[in-house]
């Protein structure tokens, strides 16, 4: 629920929440289902799909401009969306950008690591680029925010 609720304290306007429940637990329903906001849109699988596959189908569903997946461990830290829409909304060739992003302990949520862009501010261009950029270690993928066209 943390997740949940992290994306509901984002103060960018319009917010659309997708909960995508991945393969119709009973407990993410009933967890759902108490938190009452228009601003979600819940859809439910019978099996397990896998990560990829799951989260194309919440962009399917999701309407918005920009788009953010978050798993259920993941969470946004206030100001989050909107200071990545921020960025966007300057850049309009850009089709993503990340932010910076924590390890914390399961058990504790004590601060085991830290990760900070160590290429810094940039912009770059290019399929090669994208998929340097994604497909190593260089963003994690909860905190990339997409532009769904550019």
């Known amino acids: 629920m943390r ?10 306007e319009p917010l659309e929440i997708v909960v995508l429940n991945d393969d119709g637990n009973n407990k993410i329903r009933d ?19 896998g990560y990829a596959p799951a989260w194309n189908k919440a962009i399917r569903i999701s309407r918005g401009t920009y788009f953010m ?3 259920d ?3 946004l830290e206030e100001g989050a969306a909107s200071s990545l829409v ?4 300057r850049h309009p060739n850009v089709g993503f ?4 992003f924590d390890f914390v302990d399961r058990d504790t949520e004590k601060l085991v690591s830290a990760w900070r862009s160590h290429e810094g501010t940039f912009i770059k261009k290019g399929l090669k ?9 260089k963003a994690c993928l909860q905190t990339v925010l997409w532009r769904r066209r550019i």
């Open 3 to 12: 997740s949940l609720h992290s994306a509901l304290r984002q103060e960018y």
């Open 31 to 49: 967890l759902v289902s108490n938190v009452r906001d228009p601003r979600i849109t819940y859809y439910e699988t019978n099996a397990p799909s």
């Open 69 to 71: 997946l978050l798993a």
């Open 73 to 75: 461990d993941d969470w």
């Open 86 to 89: 921020d960025f966007m909304e």
């Open 97 to 100: 950008v990340h932010g910076d």
């Open 129 to 137: 680029e994208f998929l340097r950029y994604i497909g190593g270690p």
